[in-house]
């Protein structure tokens, strides 16, 4: 290495404080090693780091850091030393943890239910649930508060930069009933005025009783000096409402405007502090006097409420509770912050998302009184409560492919997180100055490394640089930037947003409706399903484009919340693609694989929360004893072992899973289950192409052969994210007959069903091999490490031709239907599913590397070929 540097990813904020991943080669960093990290003229950059991620032989394989920078690019370069200075001071003590930052001391007690003291105020999480019932036709709905107490608090990341301080515990009733869990993380940083906020809550009720009503983050503040020097700033759209609780634009007596004079409501909107020595009545001179003014309206209460993701309103009130909200102002999309000041201090809540995720509110109340509060509600009570049953009463597994004939719907253990910011001032910030800052959390600043250098490093294994040297390169590359470029657009175009929606995308197109299945069963939402996460983040490793990461990350976040269980007998596994996320009956492990976030974790420098949802797979195969993933198809009084797992992709993901933990950990317990199945699956008659169905003990985490029956077809071993960890850990594992077993697998996807019979001495049918296009990295792996040209031919024919058609005039083109129900031009592609595209898309990145000394020029030099599907 002689130097790495970064950039900020383009459309995002730039500089100020940033975490960040670094991938290294094997060997190339060690404990011993020393960096210094500078700014585009060479100048030392204060930074703060750990280790993330381990090779096996103990050396660094990612590292984060913390930065704080506004240069345009950074360098990393190794150093003799570095000295690191004094910054963030925390102490920790029996009863609570201080973090003094130089500009605020945060005070964390380890009980109670304030969970953050600082001079601006203090933190407190709120709840509420909501009870239905009926008395005849008379519906009753009671709204029951809650407030989060404290069970454990830790320091998780110290440094002299970011302090990230973990509370966890429940919302707790005045009665000691609890409802929803929660997760929270704040993060300080040295010299800034600005708190950063992770809150994760996991839904512990009964759905079909249970209904959310309220999930908020509440800051509570002294309040000084006179009203009319108090004041609320809201961010819209494209600027700032600014009002204060006492308006001085007055009928009598009149303070303003006169000429030569400056007018008080001026001078009061302009956020300067006014007198009431200054203010004189300028009908006839005399000074106004406080009975006057406390004559003058005082607004207490304010509401930013996004209703829906295209519409927000500003409401406000009095501080009467028996007096009517009215609508203050409106617009299209908040930037989701709001300001609160009295004469001393301001204190501002920012959420990220917080239109996308809508709805969501955030109120600020009592800011005529001694005491006010600021509440980011993630879930607003002045919105519908949320629902989480299920959508019919009865299962639909085999007209619109449900699972199994039970209806499955849980929502017990799935979570939801939201990032937010608490800003802390001192002075009246500027409207530009909020703005920014509001635009700040909507669109954090990134830095990453060029994808030549992820490529180099393989960080993320195998997967090709963009190359248009070719006739068909290009025709390649400009179909993987179409299929993009139209699954973007439809997360706009069909609006899939919305607190437990936004990040996840649509199974199937109907195209007669000219809408996604929305509404079949198992069509629905896609839920990882073939894995377009993976997908999408080798687009971006390999193009560095901020589009791609904004929907990766966002796919990540819901997925790694919303469709996996992160307690209870599910633990570790995931819904499969329903109408509702956690609708469907078959839980399984591959929707919550840990292979669907690691990018984001590790480009993030370790994000926390991301990591949560990978401890919480890595035990995963635990909860197939409660949910047997093939437990129609086997009796349980004949087993040996206690459950079982699919080769792929149960198995498959149970090492994606444990390759994720033993890299992070260097715990060689999960290397050892990896290495335990490994050597069950050399002694299948077919080695890896056996089964696909195996008993399965996760205790010792032994696989049992049990023949040739691969219920659902050999496919599903090979299209949810198998190959690409296992072409990972194939460069890990000192294992030249593993190497050779995924060869082999390759080599004996494509043959012919006569081939495949005569190979496997009758064993296999062959029909199982079917959508040969999801097969191609692994049949392009086999073609690399054999030198085989012909079967290098045949990925690029099935490819092809499973996209171009027989005919070549099939691809992403999109076309355009008039007047639909609310478009005008509505695009769309008649023919499209996720589940083709994601994995067509991801075969040709990884084929591309793999079988890139073999790649002909021309779409031309492809024959078409009967047996491609």
């Given at each position: 290495?002689?130097?790495?540097?970064?950039h900020?990813?383009?459309?995002?904020?730039?500089?100020?404080?940033?975490?960040?991943?670094?991938?290294?080669?094997?060997?190339?960093?060690?404990?011993?090693t020393?960096?210094?990290?500078?700014?585009e003229?060479?100048?030392?950059?204060?930074?703060?780091e750990?280790?993330?991620?381990?090779?096996?032989?103990?050396?660094t394989?990612?590292?984060?850091?913390?930065?704080?920078?506004d240069?345009?690019?950074v360098e990393?370069?190794?150093?003799?030393k570095?000295?690191?200075f004094?910054?963030?001071?925390t102490?920790e003590?029996?009863?609570?943890?201080?973090?003094?930052?130089g500009?605020?001391k945060a005070?964390f007690?380890?009980?109670?239910?304030?969970?953050?003291?600082?001079?601006?105020?203090?933190?407190?999480?709120k709840?509420v649930?909501?009870?239905?019932?009926?008395?005849?036709d008379?519906?009753?709905r009671?709204?029951?508060?809650?407030?989060?107490?404290?069970?454990?608090v830790?320091?998780?990341?110290?440094?002299?930069?970011?302090?990230t301080?973990k509370?966890?515990?429940?919302?707790k009733n005045?009665?000691g009933?609890?409802?929803?869990?929660?997760?929270?993380?704040?993060?300080v940083?040295?010299?800034?005025?600005?708190i950063?906020?992770?809150?994760t809550?996991?839904?512990?009720?009964?759905?079909?009783?249970?209904?959310?009503?309220?999930?908020?983050?509440?800051?509570t503040?002294?309040m000084?000096?006179e009203?009319y020097?108090?004041r609320?700033?809201?961010?819209g759209d494209?600027?700032?409402?600014?009002?204060?609780?006492?308006?001085?634009?007055?009928?009598?007596?009149?303070?303003?405007?006169?000429?030569?004079?400056?007018p008080?409501?001026?001078?009061?909107?302009?956020?300067?502090?006014?007198s009431?020595?200054?203010?004189?009545d300028?009908?006839?001179?005399?000074?106004v006097?406080?009975?006057?003014?406390?004559n003058?309206?005082?607004?207490?209460?304010?509401?930013?409420?996004?209703?829906t993701?295209?519409?927000?309103?500003v409401?406000?009130?009095?501080?009467?509770?028996?007096?009517?909200?009215?609508k203050?102002?409106?617009?299209?999309?908040?930037?989701?912050l709001?300001?609160?000041a009295?004469e001393t201090?301001?204190?501002?809540?920012?959420?990220?998302?917080?239109?996308?995720?809508y709805?969501?509110s955030?109120?600020?109340?009592?800011?005529?009184?001694?005491?006010?509060?600021?509440?980011a509600?993630?879930?607003?009570?002045?919105a519908?409560?949320?629902?989480?049953?299920?959508?019919?009463?009865?299962a639909?597994?085999?007209?619109?492919?449900?699972?199994?004939?039970?209806?499955?719907s849980?929502?017990y253990?799935i979570?939801?997180?939201?990032?937010?910011?608490?800003?802390l001032?001192?002075t009246?910030?500027?409207?530009?100055?909020?703005?920014?800052?509001?635009?700040?959390?909507?669109?954090?600043?990134v830095?990453v490394?060029?994808?030549?250098?992820?490529?180099?490093v393989?960080?993320?294994?195998e997967?090709?640089?963009?190359?248009k040297?070719?006739?068909?390169?290009?025709?390649?590359?400009?179909?993987?930037?179409?299929a993009?470029?139209?699954?973007?657009?439809?997360v706009?175009?069909?609006?899939?947003?919305?607190l437990?929606?936004y990040?996840?995308?649509?199974h199937?197109?109907?195209?007669q409706?000219?809408?996604?299945?929305y509404?079949m069963?198992?069509?629905a939402?896609?839920?990882?399903?073939?894995?377009p996460?993976?997908?999408?983040?080798?687009?971006?490793?390999?193009?560095?484009?901020?589009?791609?990461?904004?929907?990766?990350?966002a796919?990540s976040?819901?997925?790694?919340?919303?469709?996996?269980y992160?307690?209870?007998?599910?633990?570790g596994?995931?819904?499969?693609?329903?109408?509702?996320h956690?609708?469907?009956?078959?839980?399984e492990?591959?929707?919550?694989?840990?292979g669907?976030?690691?990018?984001?974790?590790?480009?993030?420098g370790?994000?926390?929360?991301?990591?949560?949802?990978?401890?919480?797979?890595?035990?995963?195969d635990?909860?197939?004893?409660?949910?047997?993933?093939?437990?129609?198809?086997?009796?349980?009084?004949?087993?040996?072992?206690?459950?079982?797992?699919?080769?792929?992709?149960?198995?498959s993901?149970?090492?994606?899973?444990?390759?994720?933990?033993?890299?992070?950990?260097n715990?060689?317990?999960?290397r050892?289950k990896?290495v335990?199945g490994?050597?069950?699956?050399?002694?299948?008659?077919?080695?890896?192409?056996?089964?696909?169905n195996?008993?399965?003990?996760p205790?010792?985490?032994?696989?049992g052969?049990?023949?040739?029956s691969?219920?659902?077809?050999a496919?599903?071993?090979?299209?949810?994210?198998?190959?690409e960890?296992?072409?990972?850990?194939?460069?890990?594992?000192?294992?030249?007959?593993?190497?050779?077993?995924?060869?082999q697998?390759g080599e004996?996807?494509?043959?012919p069903?006569?081939e495949?019979?005569?190979?496997?001495?009758?064993?296999?049918?062959?029909?199982?091999?079917?959508?040969?296009?999801?097969?191609?990295?692994?049949c392009?792996?086999a073609?690399?490490e054999?030198?085989?040209?012909?079967?290098?031919?045949?990925?690029?024919?099935?490819?092809?031709?499973?996209?171009?058609?027989?005919?070549?005039?099939?691809?992403?083109?999109?076309?355009i239907?008039?007047?639909?129900?609310?478009?005008e031009?509505?695009e769309?592609?008649?023919?499209?599913?996720?589940?083709?595209?994601?994995?067509?898309?991801?075969?040709?990145?990884?084929?591309?590397?793999?079988?890139?000394?073999?790649?002909?020029?021309s779409i031309?030099?492809?024959?078409?070929?009967?047996?491609?599907?």
């Amino acid at each position: 290495m002689s130097s790495i540097k970064l950039h900020w990813l383009e459309n995002r904020s730039k500089g100020g404080y940033v975490t960040f991943g670094v991938p290294w080669k094997k060997g190339e960093v060690t404990k011993e090693t020393v960096f210094s990290v500078n700014d585009e003229n060479g100048n030392a950059i204060a930074y703060q780091e750990k280790p993330i991620a381990y090779y096996p032989d103990g050396s660094t394989k990612w590292t984060s850091y913390t930065i704080k920078t506004d240069s345009e690019t950074v360098e990393i370069n190794k150093a003799d030393k570095y000295d690191g200075f004094d910054g963030i001071k925390t102490n920790e003590t029996e009863n609570e943890i201080i973090v003094d930052n130089g500009k605020f001391k945060a005070v964390f007690p380890k009980q109670g239910s304030v969970l953050m003291k600082t001079p601006y105020g203090d933190v407190t999480l709120k709840a509420v649930k909501e009870l239905r019932s009926k008395d005849g036709d008379v519906e009753i709905r009671k709204s029951i508060p809650y407030i989060g107490k404290i069970n454990t608090v830790e320091i998780e990341d110290c440094g002299n930069l970011k302090t990230t301080v973990k509370v966890t515990g429940e919302h707790k009733n005045i009665d000691g009933s609890e409802f929803l869990r929660y997760i929270i993380r704040f993060s300080v940083f040295y010299d800034e005025n600005e708190i950063k906020i992770i809150h994760t809550f996991l839904y512990d009720g009964d759905e079909k009783t249970d209904f959310i009503k309220g999930v908020g983050v509440q800051l509570t503040r002294k309040m000084e000096g006179e009203l009319y020097n108090r004041r609320i700033k809201i961010t819209g759209d494209c600027g700032v409402m600014h009002e204060t609780m006492q308006l001085l634009n007055l009928w009598r007596p009149r303070l303003g405007p006169s000429i030569g004079i400056q007018p008080i409501y001026s001078k009061q909107l302009a956020g300067e502090k006014v007198s009431l020595s200054e203010m004189v009545d300028l009908r006839n001179g005399n000074a106004v006097t406080k009975e006057e003014i406390d004559n003058v309206t005082k607004w207490d209460s304010y509401r930013l409420q996004q209703v829906t993701a295209d519409s927000f309103e500003v409401k406000k009130r009095t501080g009467h509770e028996e007096c009517t909200f009215i609508k203050a102002n409106w617009g299209k999309r908040s930037k989701g912050l709001m300001y609160i000041a009295d004469e001393t201090k301001g204190t501002a809540f920012c959420m990220h998302n917080f239109w996308e995720k809508y709805p969501t509110s955030i109120y600020a109340d009592g800011l005529c009184t001694d005491n006010a509060s600021l509440t980011a509600w993630i879930v607003p009570p002045d919105a519908e409560a949320q629902d989480m049953r299920h959508y019919d009463t009865v299962a639909h597994d085999q007209t619109y492919y449900e699972g199994f004939p039970e209806i499955g719907s849980s929502a017990y253990g799935i979570a939801n997180t939201n990032e937010m910011s608490l800003f802390l001032y001192d002075t009246v910030p500027s409207d530009d100055e909020l703005m920014k800052q509001a635009e700040t959390v909507q669109k954090p600043s990134v830095l990453v490394a060029a994808p030549e250098y992820y490529h180099e490093v393989k960080a993320m294994g195998e997967w090709s640089l963009p190359s248009k040297d070719t006739p068909l390169k290009k025709w390649l590359e400009e179909e993987l930037d179409k299929a993009f470029a139209f699954y973007e657009n439809e997360v706009e175009q069909r609006h899939w947003y919305g607190l437990w929606d936004y990040g996840d995308i649509m199974h199937t197109y109907d195209a007669q409706r000219h809408c996604w299945r929305y509404d079949m069963g198992g069509y629905a939402w896609q839920n990882t399903e073939l894995i377009p996460t993976l997908w999408l983040w080798l687009a971006f490793m390999r193009s560095g484009r901020e589009d791609i990461f904004t929907m990766a990350e966002a796919m990540s976040r819901h997925s790694a919340d919303v469709d996996i269980y992160h307690f209870g007998d599910l633990k570790g596994l995931g819904s499969r693609h329903n109408v509702v996320h956690w609708g469907d009956s078959c839980k399984e492990p591959r929707i919550a694989m840990a292979g669907h976030h690691r990018a984001l974790y590790y480009l993030m420098g370790g994000d926390p929360r991301i990591g949560d949802a990978m401890d919480d797979v890595k035990d995963a195969d635990y909860a197939t004893l409660n949910m047997d993933p093939l437990r129609y198809f086997y009796k349980k009084e004949e087993m040996k072992l206690p459950t079982h797992a699919r080769s792929g992709p149960d198995w498959s993901t149970y090492c994606s899973n444990w390759y994720t933990a033993w890299e992070r950990d260097n715990d060689n317990h999960y290397r050892d289950k990896i290495v335990t199945g490994i050597n069950d699956l050399k002694k299948s008659p077919m080695r890896m192409i056996s089964g696909s169905n195996y008993e399965y003990d996760p205790e010792t985490g032994h696989l049992g052969y049990i023949g040739e029956s691969a219920a659902g077809g050999a496919h599903l071993a090979v299209c949810m994210g198998g190959p690409e960890t296992w072409f990972e850990l194939a460069e890990l594992l000192d294992d030249e007959v593993f190497k050779d077993m995924l060869v082999q697998y390759g080599e004996f996807y494509f043959l012919p069903v006569e081939e495949k019979k005569k190979i496997s001495n009758g064993l296999l049918t062959g029909n199982g091999f079917v959508y040969p296009y999801m097969a191609s990295a692994l049949c392009g792996y086999a073609a690399r490490e054999t030198d085989n040209a012909e079967l290098a031919y045949q990925v690029w024919q099935v490819l092809i031709h499973s996209l171009a058609g027989k005919d070549k005039k099939d691809n992403f083109d999109i076309g355009i239907y008039k007047n639909y129900f609310n478009n005008e031009n509505l695009e769309e592609m008649f023919w499209i599913s996720t589940n083709f595209t994601s994995q067509w898309c991801l075969n040709v990145i990884v084929a591309l590397e793999l079988t890139k000394d073999y790649i002909k020029d021309s779409i031309n030099d492809y024959e078409w070929a009967d047996w491609v599907k």
